[in-house]
């Protein structure tokens, strides 16, 4: 018997993948995305939220060994951070077009590859998960890559009826969001002097966000026996699982305010 996981936003919202130069530390990078580059994707009217992962250096992958699943996360494909932008609604992108040639032109301070990904309006899920009073203190990022011949429409309902709940009682989660994407397409975000390489084959299909109270509850839950159990039938679906270790997740557009300086939550 499937268990509802109650879910407080169904948003509409996108995800972009981001390396940083190679040709100035990565520190650097991290503190220019952080500041001067934050500051012109905050400005872009229509968001609900903008908020920023910053993923850690050393990131091998935090889902343990699968049959079949690469969980081991490619070195040459490593993922520096992740800019989530949550859009008040469908139409709010067209409202940030002046805003968002300004990102366009500063990536290439910055990155060296950054990836759009979207997935449809409503397809989004922020699940409400924590306890009261309970706050987030670490957070995993897991992206999935579908495995071939596994339908859309299958995968989809394998994540929102079947995983989710097992991950809510494998657990003891402070935040559990999920996307589920579109066919990438670099059209949608095709900036210049930034590469968009993505190969097929190294193309995502769903992403998860996992809170917990601290890294030694995350550390708990990647070394326990529930997240074993969630392997298995997993494998059926998915054909990689890369669960990166959140090192920083910074909010600077809340409810469709801008912050006056960015927040760690």
Do not use: C
Not at 18 to 34: A, C, F, P, V
Not at 169 to 186: C, I, K, Y
């Amino acid at each position: 018997m499937t268990t509802t996981i109650p879910y407080t936003k169904k948003p509409f919202a996108s995800s972009i993948l981001l390396w940083m130069r190679t040709d100035q530390s990565r520190q650097e990078g991290m503190d220019y995305w952080k500041g001067p580059h934050s500051r012109i994707i905050s400005a872009t009217p229509g968001f609900d939220e903008y908020r920023q992962l910053h993923l850690a250096a050393p990131n091998p992958g935090l889902w343990p060994a699968t049959r079949g699943v690469e969980t081991e996360i490619p070195v040459d494909r490593r993922i520096d951070g992740v800019a989530e932008v949550t859009f008040a609604s469908a139409l709010a992108p067209l409202r940030g077009r002046t805003q968002t040639r300004l990102a366009y032109r500063d990536e290439v301070n910055v990155f060296r590859r950054t990836l759009l990904y979207a997935g449809p309006p409503r397809s989004t899920r922020w699940y409400d998960v924590a306890r009261p009073g309970q706050r987030t203190g670490a957070r995993a990022l897991v992206y999935l890559r579908k495995r071939g011949g596994v339908g859309t429409g299958p995968f989809r309902t394998y994540l929102a009826d079947e995983l989710v709940p097992a991950l809510a009682t494998a657990g003891d989660l402070t935040e559990l969001r999920t996307q589920v994407f579109m066919p990438w397409n670099e059209r949608l975000w095709n900036t210049p002097d930034v590469a968009h390489d993505n190969p097929a084959d190294q193309r995502f299909h769903a992403s998860l966000i996992l809170g917990f109270t601290d890294a030694f509850a995350r550390a708990a839950f990647f070394d326990g026996h529930g997240i074993t159990t969630l392997s298995d039938p997993l494998s059926e679906f998915a054909s990689a699982i890369h669960a990166y270790d959140v090192s920083e997740a910074l909010t600077y557009v809340r409810e469709g305010h801008v912050l006056p300086d960015y927040v760690r939550n």
